[in-house]
């Protein structure tokens, strides 16, 4: 017990309020303790990470969340002069998430340390320093220095990268018809608060939302308790789509059963609702 609260309890509230009751708690004894605890939980209210709880388990976090989790023990060093190494620090994250990584990246050049980042989006090249643009092209058709300097700099040439930086995506003036729905009912899995949602069948449908908001989990509970689009840990989407009918020979490779290249089994159903997912394109 800790002021008459239960380290359990504790563990179930969200950051922003154990960070409000900890700066109330003054022991003298543990101090050193006690500042080093403000910081970081108020590391995660600034990063916009405030909602979350200790408890949630790390694998139930979004792309977004987890990798600025793992940026806040680095925020937090009293390292100077540490070379960073990211690569694609913001790959999935949503344009709102982005800027708080950029403002990450940020803060770790201004505490004296040297970031190196690989990135591919414009966003977060256009708050670097300096700029190394590589190629011209993938593969062995790349490998070339094609531009260093600043992010002005590579705008003004004429290299791939700097003639589509300032690209945008143009939206499309017509869009199919969708053949159908797929149903999600009463969704509440970690973010979506009871959400029902009905996703186009025949289209490409987009989820959306800044990290933490629930597209993942929504996603989740479609494809493994709604019967559509699921999937385990051995399957492919040659699997779903219905190209891939070799299981027996897979399985006499291997030397194993057939059934262990199956996009479900008895023993992979669902955990909550005890449904297999149901293969999409007749993919048995």
Known sequence: MILRKHTGELGGRQIRYLAAWVRGFDE?????????LRHLLDSFAEIG???????RPAGTLSGGEAQRTKMIRHLGSSLTDVTYVFDEPTIGLHPHDIERMNQLLLQL????????????KPETIAI???????GPGAGTAGGSVCFEGSVEGL???DTITGRHLDDRARVRGSVRTSTGVLEVRGASPHNPQDVDVDCPLGVPCVRTGVAGSGPDPLTLVRGACRGG???????????????ATGRSSWAMSAGTRPSRFATAT?????SNCGRRPEPVGGGG
């Open 229 to 243: 689009g699921g999937s385990t840990g051995r399957s492919c989407s040659a699997a779903w789509s219905g190209p």
């Open 28 to 36: 003298p004894s543990v101090a050193p303790l006690l500042k080093g």
């Open 109 to 120: 050049r201004d505490k004296g340390n040297t970031v190196l980042v690989v990135e591919h």
């Open 128 to 134: 670097a320093d300096h700029v190394v643009d590589l």
């Open 155 to 157: 705008r003004r040439s």
């Open 266 to 270: 008895s023993r992979r159903c669902c």
């Open 49 to 55: 990470l405030g909602y979350l709880s200790l408890d």
